[in-house]
Every structure is written in structure tokens, then in C-alpha cells.
């Protein structure tokens, strides 16, 4: 009913005192004969009418410093509602933007057809940032349409507050770096995450074995198997001292992970996978790159620690794939890259079946990080998220609508609010664009886009 798509806020006050009105004049039938009767029968409480609801706009704000560079998108649409979603920290706007002109005019409520849509212009890691920040502000607008939050679209929540990790900025001193790590545990973090580089080590002669010459940006740019470096069995014990020096401090009883061990090779990953037993880590993760699942599975099947990767992958089949193949103890897609809400939970799923944890990386704004915090809500085998943003003293400012902190003794509250549950804080957003970057500025040169899209023929 077209009338009811128009219906204003207002206007559905002023049935409702009409109503009671009636009711006081003692009027029966004669009153349901108008079109109040449509409004009557559907939820008064609704934002919109979802049937005619139509996308309208896409635009981007791009924030920086929190702490990464994360562009914020804000999807418009003809009844004045608006969704917002982000491309994954580190992402270019343009992997959104060059979406654009295919959805135009699409009904954000119709989520699973439009990422369908749109999902072959994603990639692995950053290249799906466009995909699916865009499936989280459809999300977000659905949300808002039907008046329900995004956990209870997904199937309902399986908890009501979602458990954060939490690691610290590193120092070589491992005495100075475990009290750090050790704030983490007093401001209530229930779940630690440590990095753990060789180059926390290899200042000292003897710990590391390499092309002689070989440089950090070779190193950068060249995947673990294909650099040439190994940790002698002095590197490894240093590392292992390096862990044990924090554990001493940050104590046994709380689960600690460990990332970032630099590019070495997969014997010297089994080396100080080994010689990490003793601390109990929760997880070793990205000790080598994703692709290499046979790889990850000789890792896997040679250490007593548990395994981990997922980050840059996109798409469920390819966790399917490791988790089938045992190649890894958990998972831990980041939504960001994973395909969005929906996808991020099949990936959840998924694995679930094969035995596999999902844990969720995440190093985004508020708005990203409440589009984990309903998927995790409602994705059963979820471990916990990650938050990266402890010390950014206005990352909270950046929304409104949610209770503060959003972090709260390590624990996200899961909210109740229709869509994603957040509203953006426009002065504070502006105050941390990006230089060069404007706020939500029109996006009209995205509009038209004309290719043949089909992927068969
Ligand atoms: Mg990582």
C-alpha cells in the first residue's frame, strides 16, 4: 500500500489517538473500513515499510587512527532510513564504491540476493572489504526496516555478551611487555593474544639462520616457506624463554594465543611449536599462510598446541575445506574478508560440524565490530573476538545508541537495538577522517557502471 510506504512517524501517532478515540465513541466496524485497518494489522512499531524499501545511496567516510585506517559506508534509501557497514581496516573505499551501481535501486531487505550479487567482485583479504561492508549495512537497513536487531534475523542469540580478546603493543623487554599484557587481564580481558616475532630475538647472534643480504621489505613481501629462514635451536629457546617470562606474570589460567612469529619456515614452526608446550598457548596462529592446508596440516599433526588461521580467507569453502582436512585446530575468519554476517555464521556452522572453534579477528570501528558481535551472538561454536582498539580513547565516541564503554571487562553486551544497534557520532567521525577525506560526500560519478556481470555462458 503506497499509502502506508509514506506513513510518517507522526502519522502513525495520530492513528493511534484516533484509535483510542474511536474506541471512547463507541464505534465498531465502521471504523476498520479505511486504511487504518492496514496499519492495524501490521507491527506499529516498524521503522519503514520494508516491501518498498529501495536503496538510494551509497556513500563513505573514511576514518583513520582506529587504530587503522577503516572506511565507514553508509547506505541511503527512499524512506529515510540509512545502514551503515565498513570495508576491512586497511581496504580501499573504491572495493565498495565500484559496487555501487549495482545495487541502486535494490531492496536492501533482500540481503542474500544482493550479495549474490555482488560477491564475485570480492577476493581474499582486503579485496573483499567492498563485499562485505555493504552486506553489513543491508543488514543494518533490514534491521531498522523490520524493527528487529540483526542477532535475532540470524536465528536468535546463543549468549548475551560476546568474549573479546585483547593483545598489547610489543617490546623486547619481555618483562616490560607482560606487565603490559598484564593491564589487559586487570581492565577485565578474560582472554589474551600475544605477537611473536623472531625479530623479538634475533638482535642476538646465533638465533637465526638467513640468506645472507636478505632484506626486511624481501622478507615482507616473500611467504614463510620461500625466505630461507629457520630459528636455530638458541632462537627457539629464546622465544620459549620470552614466553615463559610472560606467563610467569600474566599467569597460567587464562588462555594466551600467539601471532606474528615473522616469515620462517614450516620446520622451524614445528620447532617452536614444540618448545611452546609447556606454556599452554591457546592457539598459534598464521604461523604460515592459509593456501598451504597441507602444510598447516603437517604443523598441526607434529605440535601439542593448537592451530589457527583464516583471517585473509574469503568465502566458506575454504574454510570448509581446512576444516575438513584437519589442517588446523580452529578457525578464525574475519567478517570483514569472510563475506559479511550471513556467510560468517555458515562459516560457523560449518565447521562447527567438523569440530572446529570459531574465533572472530576483527581490527575495525564500532560499527564493524557490532556486525561481529551479532554474528558471534548468533553462531553457536564462537570462541571469542578480537578487539584491537583498547587504547584508542575515542573509538567508542565514534557511535551513539549502545551503552559504554562497548568493552566492558572484556565483554561486548550484545544489543537489542533494530539492525546493528549504532548510530554514528558525526562530529567525531568527522574529527578523525582521514586527510583528503570528506564526510559521507556524494558518490554520484559511481552511479552508472555498465559491464556484463554474468559468470557463465
Ligand atoms: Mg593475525
Known amino acids: 500500500m503506497t499509502k502506508t510506504a509514506t506513513r510518517s512517524l507522526a502519522g502513525r501517532r495520530?492513528?493511534?489517538?484516533?484509535?483510542?478515540?474511536?474506541?471512547?465513541?463507541?464505534?465498531?466496524?465502521s471504523f476498520w473500513s479505511d486504511d487504518t485497518l492496514d496499519a492495524a494489522v501490521q507491527n506499529v512499531n516498524r521503522n519503514s515499510s520494508p516491501s518498498q524499501l529501495k536503496i538510494t545511496d551509497m556513500r563513505i567516510a573514511v576514518v583513520a587512527g582506529a587504530p587503522m585506517t577503516c572506511p565507514i559506508i553508509r547506505i541511503d534509501t527512499n524512506q529515510g532510513i540509512s545502514g551503515y557497514g565498513e570495508?576491512?581496516?586497511?581496504?580501499?573505499?573504491?572495493?565498495?564504491?565500484?559496487?555501487?551501481?549495482?545495487?541502486?535501486?535494490?531492496?536492501?531487505?533482500?540481503?542474500?540476493?544482493?550479495?549474490?550479487?555482488?560477491?564475485q567482485f570480492g577476493f581474499h583479504a582486503r579485496q573483499a572489504g567492498g563485499v562485505c561492508g555493504i552486506e553489513?549495512?543491508?543488514?543494518?537497513?533490514?534491521?531498522?526496516?523490520?524493527?528487529?536487531?540483526?542477532?535475532?534475523?540470524?536465528?536468535?542469540?546463543?549468549?548475551?555478551s560476546i568474549r573479546c580478546y585483547s593483545d598489547t603493543t610489543q617490546s623486547k623487554d619481555p618483562k616490560e611487555f607482560a606487565q603490559r599484557l598484564k593491564k589487559r587481564r586487570d581492565q577485565g580481558f578474560t582472554y589474551l593474544k600475544m605477537d611473536l616475532g623472531y625479530h623479538l630475538i634475533s638482535d642476538t647472534p646465533g638465533t637465526v639462520t638467513q640468506p645472507l643480504g636478505i632484506t626486511p621489505q624481501d622478507v615482507r613481501m616473500t611467504q614463510h616457506m620461500f625466505t630461507g629462514i629457520e630459528l636455530t635451536d638458541k632462537g627457539v629457546a629464546m622465544m620459549a624463554d620470552y614466553v615463559a617470562q610472560v606467563?610467569?606474570?600474566?599467569?597460567m589460567d587464562i588462555p594466551l594465543a600467539a601471532d606474528h612469529f615473522g616469515h620462517i619456515g614450516v620446520n622451524s614452526c614445528?620447532?617452536?611449536?614444540?618448545?611452546?608446550?609447556?606454556?599452554n598457548m591457546a592457539w598459534l596462529e598464521d604461523m604460515i599462510p592459509w593456501q598451504h592446508g597441507e602444510l598447516w596440516k603437517q604443523i598441526t599433526l607434529a605440535i601439542d598446541v593448537p592451530t589457527l588461521t583464516g583471517e585473509?580467507?574469503?568465502?566458506?569453502?575454504?574454510?570448509?575445506?581446512?576444516?575438513?582436512m584437519r589442517a588446523v585446530d580452529m578457525l578464525q575468519p574475519d567478517l570483514a574478508s569472510s563475506g559479511g554476517i550471513l556467510e560468517t555464521k555458515k562459516i560457523g556452522d560449518l565447521i562447527q560440524d567438523y569440530?572446529?572453534?570459531?574465533?572472530?579477528?576483527f581490527a575495525g570501528t564500532p560499527v564493524s565490530a557490532m556486525a561481529n558481535v551479532h554474528c558471534a551472538a548468533a553462531t553457536e561454536n564462537f570462541l571469542c573476538l578480537e578487539m584491537h582498539s583498547v587504547d584508542v580513547p575515542w573509538w567508542d565516541d565514534l557511535v551513539?545508541?549502545?551503552?559504554?564503554?562497548?568493552?566492558?571487562?572484556?565483554?561486548?553486551?550484545?544489543?537489542?537495538?533494530?539492525?546493528?544497534?549504532?548510530?554514528?557520532?558525526?562530529?567525531?567521525?568527522?574529527?578523525?577522517?582521514l586527510p583528503g577525506e570528506g564526510y559521507f560526500l556524494p558518490t554520484e560519478e559511481w552511479n552508472q557502471f555498465r559491464s556484463n556481470d554474468r559468470l557463465w555462458s
Not at 495520530?14 to 466496524?29: E, V, W, Y
Not at 553489513?136 to 548475551?160: I, N, S
Not at 614445528?270 to 606454556?279: E, F, N, Q, S
Not at 580467507?313 to 576444516?323: M, N, S, T
Open 247 to 251: 606467563r610467569e606474570v600474566v599467569g
Open 270 to 279: 614445528i620447532k617452536l611449536g614444540r618448545a611452546l608446550t609447556p606454556y
Open 355 to 361: 569440530g572446529v572453534p570459531m574465533a572472530m579477528h
Open 87 to 119: 570495508v576491512r581496516d586497511g581496504g580501499n573505499k573504491i572495493y565498495a564504491l565500484m559496487l555501487k551501481s549495482r545495487i541502486l535501486g535494490e531492496n536492501p531487505c533482500n540481503i542474500d540476493k544482493i550479495f549474490r550479487k555482488i560477491k
Open 14 to 29: 495520530s492513528f493511534l489517538r484516533s484509535t483510542a478515540g474511536a474506541f471512547a465513541a463507541g464505534l465498531t466496524s
Open 136 to 160: 553489513m549495512a543491508l543488514w543494518d537497513l533490514a534491521g531498522k526496516a523490520y524493527g528487529v536487531p540483526v542477532y535475532q534475523m540470524l536465528g536468535g542469540k546463543f549468549r548475551d
Open 312 to 324: 585473509d580467507i574469503y568465502l566458506k569453502e575454504d574454510f570448509v575445506k581446512l576444516a575438513q
Open 400 to 433: 551513539t545508541g549502545v551503552g559504554k564503554p562497548i568493552v566492558q571487562k572484556g565483554f561486548v553486551p550484545v544489543p537489542d537495538k533494530p539492525g546493528l544497534g549504532v548510530e554514528l557520532n558525526e562530529e567525531v567521525v568527522k574529527q578523525h577522517l
